[in-house]
């Protein structure tokens, strides 16, 4: 039992668990997204994710009257970040993990709501329309976007503000059969299902689908999957002295990363839209 306490203890709990402190947060609530990097940020991997954030609410005019909801909210830098920038008022998040939420809910001093669930189970936590904004902080990909915004939606007010980041074909998926073998098992292994991606035609498509306008999408391409990878080869690779799971798991991150974008096939999007 001692051995199999101690080798479970080598793995991560979760298959979305990230050792935040390798990439350079040692906050008590750290960051876990790959990162908006810019001239600005340098080598601050905080700084790349707040960023990130921070982009995403602006493109949804996040203010403090808004009452939102954070989708994804990994563990919890984001719920600081929405009180101390934007002064929200009504917070309310949805995590996954369980060991997340619990960390969570002994470290930040404050009341707001956080619920361990998918956020594909909106409906159930919230039988009513109640949140005039969802932001889901570079995690929506993991599930088949129709259903995240079928559970999505019904929790939105009228007019209500949607922000996320998902992958998209560039063009279309790889026609060559070989290529299509590879992708779908680089992509499984970020838990991305290959059939679940689209082109922007076919996510706007989508969106409308489900009674949104004003749709806008922005390629991060660039700024995220070659910042995130061009930070962990160039800054890290020397810096961490313990090679384990925990760093497997962000080195191999930033390796399809890379590959994602030096390939061209695949692009990391910020998507924007309000509810008809």
Same mark, same amino acid.
């Given at each position: 039992m001692?051995?199999? !306490?101690?080798?479970?203890?080598?793995?991560?709990?979760?298959?979305?668990?990230?050792?935040?402190?390798?990439?350079?947060?040692?906050?008590?609530?750290?960051?876990?997204?790959?990162?908006?990097?810019?001239?600005?940020?340098?080598?601050?991997?905080?700084?790349?994710?707040?960023?990130?954030?921070?982009?995403l609410?602006?493109?949804?005019?996040?203010?403090?009257?808004?009452?939102?909801?954070?989708?994804?909210?990994?563990?919890?830098?984001?719920?600081?970040?929405?009180?101390?920038?934007?002064?929200?008022?009504?917070?309310e998040?949805?995590?996954?993990?369980?060991?997340? &939420?619990?960390h969570?809910?002994?470290?930040?001093?404050?009341?707001? !709501?956080?619920?361990?669930?998918?956020?594909?189970?909106?409906?159930?936590?919230?039988? !009513?329309?109640?949140?005039?904004v969802?932001?889901?902080?570079?995690?929506?990909?993991?599930?088949?976007?129709?259903?995240?915004?079928?559970? &999505?939606?019904? &929790?939105?007010?009228?007019?209500?503000?949607?922000?996320?980041?998902?992958?998209?074909?560039?063009?279309?998926?790889?026609?060559?059969?070989?290529?299509?073998?590879?992708?779908?098992?680089?992509?499984?292994?970020?838990? @991305?299902?290959?059939?679940?991606?689209?082109?922007?035609?076919?996510?706007?498509?989508?969106?409308?689908?489900?009674h949104?306008?004003?749709?806008?999408?922005?390629?991060?391409?660039?700024?995220?999957?070659?910042?995130?990878?061009?930070? &962990?080869?160039?800054?890290?690779?020397?810096q961490?002295?313990?090679?384990? @799971?925990?760093?497997?798991?962000?080195?191999?991150?930033?390796?399809?990363?890379?590959?994602?974008?030096?390939?061209?096939?695949?692009?990391?999007?910020?998507?924007?839209?309000?509810?008809?």
């Amino acid at each position: 039992m001692k051995w199999q !306490q101690a080798f479970r203890s080598y793995f991560p709990k979760h298959k979305y668990a990230i050792q935040a402190a390798y990439l350079g947060d040692n906050a008590r609530l750290p960051w876990s997204n790959l990162g908006y990097w810019s001239d600005a940020v340098g080598d601050d991997y905080p700084a790349a994710c707040q960023n990130l954030a921070a982009h995403l609410a602006a493109a949804v005019y996040l203010n403090s009257k808004d009452r939102l909801l954070d989708l994804g909210c990994g563990q919890g830098a984001s719920l600081i970040y929405w009180q101390e920038h934007y002064q929200i008022q009504y917070l309310e998040a949805v995590e996954l993990q369980a060991a997340c &939420v619990q960390h969570i809910r002994e470290n930040l001093n404050s009341n707001l !709501q956080i619920h361990h669930a998918s956020f594909l189970n909106l409906k159930t936590i919230f039988p !009513q329309p109640c949140f005039d904004v969802v932001l889901c902080i570079d995690a929506a990909y993991h599930s088949h976007l129709n259903s995240f915004l079928d559970q &999505v939606s019904a &929790v939105l007010n009228s007019n209500g503000r949607l922000g996320f980041h998902c992958l998209i074909w560039a063009d279309q998926a790889p026609a060559h059969l070989l290529k299509q073998v590879q992708y779908r098992a680089l992509l499984k292994a970020a838990d @991305v299902h290959f059939d679940d991606l689209m082109s922007e035609t076919q996510l706007c498509s989508l969106l409308q689908q489900h009674h949104f306008q004003q749709i806008q999408i922005e390629d991060l391409s660039t700024q995220v999957l070659a910042g995130f990878a061009d930070y &962990v080869n160039q800054h890290l690779q020397h810096q961490i002295q313990t090679r384990d @799971v925990d760093w497997f798991k962000i080195a191999m991150t930033a390796r399809l990363c890379a590959k994602l974008y030096a390939d061209g096939w695949v692009k990391y999007v910020q998507v924007s839209a309000v509810k008809d």
